[in-house]
Structure formats: structure tokens, C-alpha cells
């Protein structure tokens, strides 16, 4: 049936600050979601509190409401909007929880909003346990034996009955919270109680544990005919145990025999349809018994997911994009296939590569955090690795991490403890996957690492066969390697770098060797029709062979460098640059590529620039995509550390860096040269000085004089540093510093304790500073600003100190020569500024200011990079109402035992924008109460 045209506004809920457990996947889904509805000439509505996001950007809705996710906002916005539907399927579990509540209460019915894309009551039976697993039965797909408890006593009564081991699991929660495995009776009493606790309803499920089995998600579209697909099939290659989100996976799936897959998917269709007869997105998890291959249904998503953004990515098929037509009449042969043109939607996608998604985890952020993998989800992040082979995927997958790591081993990295490893493989945690490779090298036993890790054989002997190339490999020299040997190491996924460790020689030594016997990369279409169909989308992925699929055009074309895997210090707030920038350069004129590793993002989605290229953010991936493309130049400013990283070898290689050179943003971490600019622009700045090791620090300590606070550099997100106020304190810290990065310099900085800290961002041209916005930290000092709230404009600091910051900006963008972006931190004591550290790129605040002002910065400063305009140019016109408050948000609630206490690294996953008119707001007053008094 064609679309519903009495709906003609739409509102859609997004997701709210990132926590660990829903991220910015559900941006990518809520922003796709909304482009879809919009080509349709629907206008869209859109609430988010997230002030990082693209969804909240007015590219992407006709009205935003910065709010925070309560009925009283969506009360709000019903009253100022005639809103036709509401899509809560888009924003996760968050989403979902406030479109319940608004039901339970009325506010949809009296407002005459009908709800698309999902069903209230198929909501309220996938999350309620008891509901899930008595409709399962109903529909004769097999569950866990297991029993629903609302108390403790009936819990215990249930254990009993069942037996262990067992595994909780509450209802209506994120990210697997709350839930957990027991293995024996000791344990049970406190793990259910965090259950209980955990669950918004008190609720929780209690099952026979099936730790060990197999682990499947299926992901599936239906439209208002009943008609299904399945997008994809992704497998785990961690066994049941570990949280999807924690677990290594792998698609299509690899070790799933067609039988067992036609009755999934079979029992997929019928759960979906059992739930409720939405048309929409929906997400299916299985678990497989390894030895008879019996089908256990785990859980129903009748929701986009967390596996939603990386199938639509995989694929290539845009599910949000797609599941938002459906929610407003489509039905699937009536949309056009998003890649192809010329086929329908109405097919189900046919991958010829391999995709391996790895979670990225934070540990380092959460001293004293326990570092085991369970129910409970603990990454923060993902990367996704293409290639033509599982192999060649799993080692792109591990250049993406950004962990040190070169690839899966074969980098002088490995492991030769072997009781830590045997204890590693059986207690799966995130360097899993790095000891499974160092077991195989020490010759640890394939039967030993099956029977610890569970893991299927197909998997471990992919790995095992990694080590046995390796080991033909260093029989050679560079000199005499086979060209056969060199090309299959390479369509496995070795990087020059690995194989450089292998053959005693340099990364430069490889790279000229291949390309001297014609071991060339190709890109290759990711076209979801495994090349039945001519694909029109310029999405490609790098691999070795004969045929390149990548057509190069003869326009002046840039290439945008994205910031990888989600990580504390480092979000989506640089995609939304990142994606801005895309977005300026095309409207300069400019074919925009951009390369990224990350499958939560809007910047990978395929049609953000002209030509996407889902590869690692490592250097050899990234200059052989330059080398082929020939672009005008390389922005680095906007995709974080990740980018900026690779400034230097960039610049070495003769690759043109658009905007700030490198030589400015070097000498901006360069503190010993950074100082003497100060210097030299009377700009006071704290005493400090630089460090190699433990002896200089105690040495310098005497003349500075504590408290001391340490840094390396070329960090973000605070890493690594510290306020110290002894000498036992700093030669500790400063020992394991330099052990854990070696490489880096340590500066040492004079303390200046009981200031206030601010910060200020600003667009440069080279001759001319526009000064976006200056925030005042609500935190005391010492606190890292990604942590801290702070207020836009300053609430307390006087026109004497912000004429000082607004000086020092200045001088300190002229002299640093900057072309595009800028942040300057400072420190304020006695009304005088002092200068901590300048940051010649896009910020973790960039946003928040483009947010609460209304302007587009990253839009302007990248036009500045290009060298199309300069700062004067623009029009400014921000708008100044009151005040905003950006608020951090932690997931402390995933580490229950780790130290809380707050200091300058950062530890907050993500952040929320409040808006207040004046400074005798409640929540002003609250916050800065309890901060400062």
C-alpha cells in the first residue's frame, strides 16, 4: 500500500546522552530515520538531549528540542506542534521507556498521536521476561527452562527448582544491566538482589545457564503486507556468555549449517509476527547447543539495535532508512533498493566479503574496575573490519582498535605468561581475542583452547593458520620472500608494518617491495547483491587482487580523516565535525571522501560523502587510498587524536594538510616550545617543565614546587595524567606512566590549586579570530573538562578576565598560525588567566556551542581550512538567550567497585545540554551547590 498521507509530522525520540550500552548508533539510525521522512515531505520533530549529535543539527529535522527525554518535554512539543505519529524506534531502550510512559499516561491519546513502527504491547512483551518466555511457549519456539521473580524469596524458591549454574537476567533494562551468570549458591543472593535493584519494574528472570552454546542475531525488516526479510546474519565468535555488545562478531555468519539457519530464520519470522504486527525493524537473538545444533530463543528487539547500525553497514542496506518508509504505509516493493536504483527494497542482501566487528573497552578509565566480560555490556565502542576473507577482516578489524596493536600479533606485542594466558581464555576479557593468537604462538594445544574459550573450531583454526604463515614467513628476508608467500600474507589482512616484524626489516622496506612485484590494493564495491545487480553507491573496502571497483573522477576532491572507535575522550562529538566538514566541502565544490572504521556513525553512512572508504584510520590503509585518489588535501582537525596523530607522517610523505599545518599543531603539544610562544606574547601560563624519566621529574619537582600536575603528550581525554603532591606520589606515577606509553614526553605543571577553569573556541583564518564561545567550569580545578559541567557564557568570571581570555586566544591562534579550528583552556586565579594548553582542532565542545547558539562553526572553519573564506566573510549571528549548561554523563553503574572520584582524566561516556534563562535557575543553583560548597 503507498504511504499514509494523513500523517504528514512526524516526531521522533532519540536516545539521550551515551552510556555504555546505547551510543551513537542510535544517532546514525535517528538521523537516517529522519532524512527518510523528509523526502517524503513530512516534517519532522525531533527531541534529544545529546547536543554532540547530528540527529539535534537542523540539517536533520525541521524542529529541535534540545530537552531533556521526560513526558513533560513531549507535553511541550505537543502543544506548540500538530504531531500526526510518533517513531519511538529509533532513540533505544531510552526511547522506548518515555513512549511507554506517555501511553501509560495518556499524552499520545489526548493529543490524537498514533504510534508507528512498533507496538506498545509487542514492547511490553519482549521486555517484560515472564511475558517473552510464556508467549514463546505459546508459539512452540523453545526458551531457557526458567521462572520470572519479583521478590527475593520467590527468586530463591526458583533457584532451587531450577538448579545451577543460572543466569539473571532483569526486566526493562540497557545493555544487559543488572544481569549476570551464577555458577554456584554462594553467589546467587547478592547477584539477585542487583537484579531486583536493577530493574525499572522490580523484575527479573531466572534461567538454566546454556554458558558455551552458540550465538546468533538475526536482523529483520517487514512491511504492512506481513511481508519479511533478513537483512543479515551475524554470528558471535564468542560463545553465549559474553553481552552481544562485548562479543566479537562476525557476518554474514560462518559456522551456521543452512539447515539450522532456515529453521532460524523460520522461527524468526514467526516470533516477529507473534509480538505484534508492526511494520519496522526488528532484531532476533539465538543461541545454538554446539553439539546438537537445538535452537534456544534468547531475546526480541522490535526496535532498530545496537546490530541494527552495523547490519545497515555490513550490508549496506539502510534499515532505519528503510524501517521509517514502512512506519508510514510503504511496503518494501514499493522503495527502491538504496544501492543498486533500479531494483526494489524487497530483496534480502548477499554479502561476497566478510565482516568482523571488535568492541573497544575502556578499562584504563575505571582504576580497580574488574576487566571480565559477562551479561553485563562493558565497551564503549566498535570497529568493523571488511575483506574478502574472515582473516584479512579480522586483521583490518584490529588495525582499527587504536590499542597500540599492529593487527592480530606478528608486532612484538605477545604474551608469554602462560598461566595468565590459560586463565585469559577461559575468563574471557577484552585482550580475549590477543591471548587466543599468543596460546597458538607459545603452542598451547588447539584441544586446550577449545575447551577454555568455547570458541568454534572454525574460528580458532582460522587463528591457528595465522601462526603457521607467520612462521613460513620468517624463514625468509625481505630479499628473498616469494612474491606468492608476500600476496597471500597480504590477502590475509598483514599489514607491512606486521610483516616488517616478521622480516626484520622496515614498514617503508615492504610497502616499495610489494608495489615493485605488482602486490597492488583494489577496492571493492560493498554492493549487498554480491554483484548480481550494477551497484550505484560509492561505498568501498581495500583488499588484494586484480579487479578495482573504485572509479576515479578528475574533480578536485579532499579527503576527511574520521576519528575511529568511540572511546572515553574521544565521542561522537567528532563525527558531528567530521560530518560537518564533509557537508561544507560539498557545498565548496569539493568531491568529499571520507575515511572511517567506525559502523556507528553518520559519517559511514554511505551517502554522508561522495565516497566512503570503511577502512582502518592506520597509515598504510590511509595512504594508499590517497596515493589512489590524489585529493587536493587531508583534513585532520576534525576526526580528534586519531587524526592528528598522523599529521606528522603525512606532512613526511609530502601529503598536503588542509588548514592548520603540522608544524602548529606540533608545537602546540611541544610544551617546551609551546612556552616560549607564550613567552614571547606575554601570555602567563603556569610554571612547568619536561621529563624523560623518574630522576628529572624529582629534580624539577624541587624547583616548581607541588601539588604537580602530570601529563604526556599527544593524549586526549586526559590520559595519563594526574594531580601529585609528594615526591613518593610523582616518582610512582611517573614510573608507570612512561612503562605503559613509552615514547611519550611527560610535562610537569605547577599545580594552581583553588582556580577556575575555562575554556574558549575560535575560527582563525591566519589574519582574522572569530571567538565562538567561552565557557566557565562549574567543577573546581583539577577536574578534566569533559567531566566538569560548565555554563556558556561564563557566569561568574568579570569583562577584566574575559577580555584577558579573549586576548590570549587571539595571539595564541595568530602566532600558532591556525587555519580552522582552535581551543584554548585556561586556569583563573587572583582575576588573572593563565594559559594550560591550546588545542589547534576541533574540540569536545565545538558542538555544544554550535548547539546552544545556533550556528554552524564547523561549517565556517572548514570553508577556512579549504582556504574558500575567510573569517570575515561570515555573518555571525548566534543567538544569546540565558545560559547553557552541558552536563557529563557517567556509567559508573557498569563498574560498581571503581574509584568514582573525579580528576583530570577524563571519565564520562557522554553529555546532555540544559538550558536555563538565568542564574537563580533550580538546577543551576543545585549543581553549583553542590560543587562549590
Known sequence: MPKDNSIKSVLIIGSGPIVIGQACEFDYSGSQAARSLRE??????????????????????????????????????????????????????????????????????????????????????????????????????????????????????????????????????LGGAGGGFVKNPEDFDQALTKGLHTSPIHEVLIEKSILGWKEYELELLRDNNGNVIIICS?????????????????????????????????????????????????????????????????????????????????????????????????????????????????????????????????????????KSLGLSMKSVGEVMGIGRNFQEALQKACQSLEVKRNGLGADGKEVTDQEKILDSLEHPSGDRLFHIYDAFKLGVSFKTIRKLTKIDPWFLHQIEELILLEDEIEKYSLSDIPKELLETAKRKGYADRQLAHLLGCYESEVYRKRKNLGIHRVYKLVDTCSAEFEAKTPYYYSTFGEENESYKSDKKKIVVLGSGPNRIGQGIEFDYSCVHGILAAKESGYETIMINCNPETVSTDFDTADKLYFEPVFWEHIYEIIEYEKPE??????????????????????????????????????????????????????????????????????????????????????????????????????????????????????????????????????????IIGIMEHIEPAGIHSGDSYAVLPPYS???????????????????????????????????????????????????????????????????????????????FKPVKKGYAIKVPIFSFDKFPKVNKELGPEMKSTGEAIYFIDDLMDDYFLKIYGERNL
Open 40 to 173: 517524503e515531505g513530512i516534517e519532522v520533530t525531533l527531541i534529544n538531549s545529546n547536543p554532540a549529535t547530528i540527529m539535534t543539527d537542523k540539517v536533520t529535522a525541521d524542529n529541535i528540542y534540545l530537552k531533556p527525554l521526560e513526558k513533560k518535554s513531549i507535553v511541550e512539543i505537543l502543544e506548540k506542534h500538530q504531531i500526526d505519529a510518533v517513531l519511538p524506534t529509533m532513540g533505544g531502550q531510552t526511547a522506548l521507556n518515555l513512549a511507554i510512559d506517555c501511553q501509560k499516561a495518556g499524552i499520545w491519546d489526548k493529543f490524537g498521536v498514533k504510534i508507528i513502527g512498533v507496538d506498545i504491547d509487542a514492547i511490553e512483551t519482549t521486555e517484560d521476561r515472564e511475558k517473552f518466555r510464556l508467549l514463546m511457549k505459546e508459539l512452540g519456539v523453545n526458551v531457557c527452562q526458567g521462572q520470572t521473580a519479583t521478590s527475593f524469596l520467590q527468586g530463591k524458591e526458583i533457584a532451587q527448582k531450577i538448579g545451577f549454574p543460572l543466569v539473571i537476567r532483569p526486566s526493562f533494562t
Open 234 to 370: 551475524i554470528e558471535n565468535f564468542d560463545p553465549m556468555g559474553v553481552h552481544t555488545g562485548d562479543s566479537i562478531t562476525v557476518a554474514p555468519a560462518m559456522t551456521l549449517p543452512d539447515t539450522v539457519y532456515q529453521e532460524m530464520r523460520n522461527l524468526a519470522i514467526k516470533m516477529m509476527d507473534g509480538i505484534g504486527q508492526f511494520a519496522g525493524g526488528c532484531n532476533v537473538q539465538f543461541s545454538v547447543n554446539p553439539d546438537t545444533d537445538e535452537i534456544i530463543a534468547i531475546e526480541i528487539n522490535p526496535r532498530v539495535s545496537r546490530s541494527s547500525a552495523l547490519a545497515s553497514k555490513a550490508t549496506g542496506y539502510p534499515i532505519a532508512k528503510i524501517a521509517a518508509k514502512l512506519a508510514i504505509g510503504y511496503n518494501l516493493d514499493e522503495l527502491e533498493n538504496q544501492i543498486t536504483k533500479t531494483t526494489s527494497a524487497f530483496f534480502e542482501p548477499a554479502l561476497d566479503y566478510v565482516i568482523v566487528k571488535i568492541p573497544r573497552w575502556n578499562f584504563d578509565k575505571f582504576e580497580g574496575s574488574d
Open 633 to 770: 588535501g587531508v583534513i585532520v582537525q576534525l576526526g580528534g587524536q586519531t587524526a592528528l596523530k598522523l599529521a606528522e607522517k603525512l606532512e613526511r610523505w609530502g601529503v598536503k594538510i588542509l588548514g592548520t599545518q603540522f608544524k602548529a599543531l606540533d608545537l602546540a603539544e611541544d610544551r617546551g616550545s609551546f612556552s616560549s610562544l607564550l613567552k614571547d606574547n606575554d601570555i602567563p601560563y603556569p610554571e612547568f617543565g619536561v621529563i624523560h624519566d623518574a630522576d628529572e621529574a624529582l629534580e624539577l619537582a624541587k624547583r616548581i614546587g607541588f601539588p604537580l600536575l602530570v601529563r604526556p603528550s599527544y593524549v586526549l581525554g586526559g590520559q595519563g595524567m594526574k594531580i601529585v603532591i609528594n615526591e613518593k606520589e610523582l616518582e610512582s606515577h611517573v614510573v608507570n606512566t612512561l612503562r605503559d606509553m613509552p615514547g611519550h614526553t611527560l610535562m610537569l605543571d605547577h599545580f594552581l590549586d583553588g582556580a577556575i577553569e575555562a575554556e574558549a573556541d575560535a575560527i582563525c583564518d591566519g589574519e582574522n579570530v572569530y
Open 797 to 875: 568570571l568579570g569583562d577584566f578576565v574575559i577580555q584577558q581570555m579573549e586576548t590570549y586566544t587571539k595571539k595564541i591562534a595568530l602566532a600558532l598560525e591556525t587555519k580552522g579550528l582552535i581551543n584554548i583552556q585556561f586556569a583563573i586565579k587572583d582575576n588573572k588567566a593563565y594559559v594550560i594548553e591550546a588545542n589547534p582542532r576541533a574540540s569536545r565542545t565545538v558542538p555544544f556551542i554550535c548547539k546552544a547558539y545556533r550556528e554552524p562553526y564547523v561549517n565556517y572553519a572548514t570553508k577556512v581550512m579549504l582556504g574558500e573564506k575567510k573569517v570575515t566573510d561570515f555573518d
